[in-house]
């Protein structure tokens, strides 16, 4: 599987959950997702730039395989949301959530994040 873009994430959105949304409000809702992945997952292990790059169709995500998936599901909870559907907003933010905390953990797992302590000491 090749790397997942923005215009492929919009498509899967508009296959799964059809809506009367513009192309521009639902790339502006994958920025936000894009920025908020780059903030809480790259930055702290210093993988991240801390400028973001504005989002095209044809704009690389930096989300691999399996959580590429995490583009669609908070572009739908912010469809959701916007229909005023605020159990379906909160289903799809409530997995986005889940997956943000474990792509969280093994990206610090990777970096040896919380390998610091190498002996225990007790005094």
């Given at each position: 599987?090749?790397?997942l ?5 919009l ?8 809506n009367?949304y ?15 992945l780059?903030r809480?997952?790259w930055?702290p ?8 790059p ?6 690389v995500?930096?989300?691999e395989?399996?959580?590429?998936e995490l583009?669609?599901?908070y ?6 949301y916007a229909?005023?559907?605020m ?8 997995l986005?959530?889940?997956?943000v ?17 190498q ?5």
């Open positions: 599987m090749g790397a873009t923005a215009g492929q994430v498509a899967q959105v508009d296959g799964l959950l059809p009367a513009t192309r521009e409000e639902k790339l502006r809702w994958l920025a936000q997702a894009e920025a908020g780059i809480e997952v930055q292990t210093g993988e991240a730039p801390t400028v973001f504005e989002l095209r169709e044809d704009t995500l930096k989300a395989a399996p959580y590429g583009y669609s599901l572009v739908q909870g912010q469809i959701h229909n005023g559907d159990t379906r907003c909160s289903n799809a933010m409530s986005w959530n889940q997956g905390a474990t792509m969280q953990a093994e990206q610090l797992r990777r970096g040896g994040m919380g390998r610091e302590a002996h225990l000491r007790l005094c």
